[in-house]
Antibody
């Protein structure tokens, strides 16, 4: 059974940093690309960032480019999101999601999702 | 930045057919995907590559594509299908993923 478990969320002041983690199990982690998707309270889904199976291709939404960094450790079956210079508008539930493909290039689908970790940016 | 446009809401009676559209300039070149999200739950992939259905998804869910518009069709809608539905694709570069704004399906 595929499982994705996010952690690292919490309350943080504007301008500070936070690192999210996603522990994956139930599939061959290094065969697939992975993504972070967020959902602000009462709002829709927003793709944040994606990383290919070997970290060779990485993409970011314009809203987080230059502030967030995605990474993965295939030896630990883990995905990470380093979030710097956090803003109030970054407040959201952050989901870790598995891609159907090893590459992030092209329109690919997200076939498994975690339950999310909540990030609240407020003073 | 690239956008996918969905209607905010669609309402149907049980047993009827619901159609949810998603429009975007790059859709003729990029596949579309559809997700169902019920309150308090993570999204679930219901259609991939425009019209393919993952295992475990009921046959009443289908997808189609025509030019810059893709459509999710739910035939014989049931009360349990009431949810938010999101389309997803990529921009012309293929590197940036995009979600539509979501459509709330109400079963009357």
């Amino acid at each position: 059974e595929v499982q994705l478990v996010e952690s690292g969320g919490g309350l943080v002041q504007p301008g500070r940093s936070l690192r999210l983690s996603c522990a994956a199990s139930g599939f061959t982690f290094d065969d697939y690309a992975m993504h972070w998707v967020r959902q602000a309270p009462g709002k829709g889904l927003e793709w944040v960032s994606g990383i290919s199976w070997n970290s060779g291709s990485i993409g970011y939404a314009d809203s987080v480019k230059g502030r967030f960094t995605i990474s993965r450790d295939n030896a630990k079956n883990s995905l990470y999101l380093q979030m710097n210079s956090l803003r109030a508008e970054d407040t959201a539930l952050y989901y870790c999601a598995k891609d159907q493909e090893p590459s992030i290039v092209g329109a690919t689908g997200l076939d498994y999702w975690g339950q999310g970790t909540l990030v609240t940016v407020s003073s | 930045s690239y956008e996918l446009t969905q209607p905010p809401s669609v309402s149907v009676s049980p047993g009827q057919t619901a159609r949810i559209t998603c429009s975007g300039d790059a859709l003729p070149k990029q596949y579309a995907y559809w997700y169902q999200q019920k309150p308090g739950q993570a999204p679930v992939l219901v259609i991939y590559k425009d019209s393919e259905r993952p295992s475990g998804i009921p046959e009443r869910f289908s997808g189609s594509s025509s030019g810059t518009t893709v459509t999710l069709t739910i035939s014989g809608v049931q009360a349990e299908d009431e949810a938010d539905y999101y389309c997803q694709s990529a921009d012309s570069s293929g590197l940036i993923k995009v979600f539509g704004g979501g459509t709330k399906l109400t079963v009357l």
